[in-house]
């Protein structure tokens, strides 16, 4: 548990960590002394010389001074300690998911880096404060008590001893139960929280379809799902827990047993007895309550091994020595592309996009075309053969170096709850005014903006929810013309545009790609006509490739594929237009 709190924490903390767990280690041990001090001073104020407990009484009161200050200075420094785990934590999270490559983050990877992020952590910070002081007291104590005890009287002491066995079987039992049920707990929780997103997410399709009950019947499922999970885990965890508690009680009664039959057997005197078992009352409450103290402990180590899972994750190597492209031509070289899962999404695709033009990424659903324009960005790299930048290996770029010469306009457009001005600047923080105004022109956003009632101030909501998909495209679009980078992937909606709206989208793509390289994913015919050369992918390899006009002339997948869509849209083109 420690190996992974530390690990979790980092370097930077590991010591300090380290040392105030060994001052709440310490503290704990001092407490134990203390109450083997007890003993002398119960024994001699019982026996026939009380005036013997002073020098006891002056020892003790030295060590319980010892003992406050350190224990409130223990206290202070877990306090801050649970403040800067949180902290610190947020900051490795935060600082290692930037490092990510973008591909990682998928809806589910999302949801449970939210959980991570609050649950988690917060568990984790609890652990210095509320867990570790009391579980070392309960273990620590009445360890160094023992070791007191035996210097008065060894019998009681290695009764205490063997007592402490069974309990120790009884502490491991508890927490392996709390462990192995609080993970199946935390992967339920997980499902369930994944579902209740999903039905949030699913809304508009199930009441468009008036299958609110399909979609609430696998909410209901998960929800089912988690609540049998806490009750396995209180089912399993609880008893285990009651009955360390009362083994504990037992092995106290047990001691109180032991302790008379030493006194009728005059083996020790009664008043060191009664003392004895001071310090010994004293522990078994604190003792009693280890197994609750130790589960809460394992439930914190399921967030940890969250966290630590989170920060084993595989950042993108970055290059030792980066290279800057000279020119801005796009190659890809046999790239082959396989998922984690083993889907083989691209294989031995090969294509070439000269600096300036337009290529379209054309094919079925599933063919690899956003596959291949996320590799360009380095959403991954890709497991076989080369994606190259001016003839410069994206991986040998460096991904900050890469970001600023690649412009991505995707259809999942995440806003920021800020002003449209602030979401626009995002891709030049010190674009000034006329620059926004020319790029607003530019993409169409400035008519969105001449119509918001606080115009370029107008806050957009989380996610942008205050602007419709064709408006948060134009956003989007204005943000790539900002960023002004020398390539652009285009991913074309056209689900979310109205006739209106894709004429503007249109007319800025077409700005887009001035004199930019552009790898668009076309959904629209025009786009697929306009294009420079398009690349017809299928089944995750190249089909065809060339120009518009001969790959329509070839008769081939591309002219296939072309009919498909036109009888589907119910076109009617002459030879001419579809040249
Ligand atoms: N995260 C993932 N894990 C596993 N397989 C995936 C993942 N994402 C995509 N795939 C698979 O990779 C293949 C290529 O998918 P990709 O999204 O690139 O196709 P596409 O041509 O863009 O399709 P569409 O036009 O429907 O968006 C498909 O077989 C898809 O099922």
Redesign the pocket.
Known sequence: MIRAFLDALGPDHARPVRNRLLLTAAVSALQGVLLALLVPVFAALLGPGPEAALPWLAALLAVTAGYAVLRSVSLYLNFTLGGSISRGLHRRIGDHVARLPL?WF?GARLGELNRIATDGVSRTMQVPVHILPPLSDAVITPAVALVGLAVFDWRLAAAAAVAALPLWAAFRRSNAAVARNDAARDAAADEAAGRVLEYARAQPVLRAFGRLDQGHAALEESLRGEHAAVRRLLLRAVPAMFAFGFLARLAFGALLAVAVLLALDAQTPAPLLVALLVPVARCAHAVAGAAELGGALRMAETGLRRINEVLAAEPLPEPDRPRRPERFDVEFDSVSFR???G????SDVSFHVPEGSVTA?V????????????LLARFHDATGGAVRIGGVDVRDIGSEELSRHVAMVFQDVYLFDATIADNIRLARPGADGAELERVARLSGLDRVVAELPDGWDTRVGEGGTALSGGQKQRVSIARALLKDAPVVVLDEATAALDAENEAVVSAAVTELARERTVIV?AHRMATVRAADRIVF?DG?RVAEQGAPGELAAANGRYAEFLHARQKALGWRLTAAAST
Do not use: E, Y
């Open positions: 591909g998928t998922h984690d899962d889907t083989q999404a691209l990424l094919g079925p659903s599933g063919a690899g075309k956003t596959t291949a324009a996320r994913i992918l995750g």
